[in-house]
């Protein structure tokens, strides 16, 4: 029983904080702080997830798609920012 609360507690309380990030992501575009671009680059993982689940029907191995994607992404980009430091492109 204890456990279960916990869970929800932590589980709304991680909801109440992504809540917040958007709100403050909103107020911070309105008020010139942030580009639209910069915010727009964290929904990539969100829409990788979406087209993943979709894709396969089941939240598990599509979490994992995304993790792998990302992943994946992320070296890529490592890659070709060492390029280009590397041949001054």
Do not use: C, Q
Not at 14 to 39: A, Q
């Amino acid at each position: 029983m204890a456990d279960s609360i916990g869970i929800g507690i932590g589980i709304a309380l991680i909801g109440l904080g992504i809540v917040g990030m958007i709100f403050s992501g909103i107020r911070s575009m309105i008020n010139g702080k942030s580009e639209l671009k910069r915010i727009a680059v964290m929904l990539v993982p969100v829409i990788i997830f979406a087209i993943s689940y979709f894709s396969m029907g089941d939240i598990n191995r599509a979490g994992i798609a995304t993790l792998t994607s990302m992943i994946l992404l992320m070296v890529l980009s490592i890659f070709i920012s060492g390029t280009r430091g590397t041949f001054k492109i």
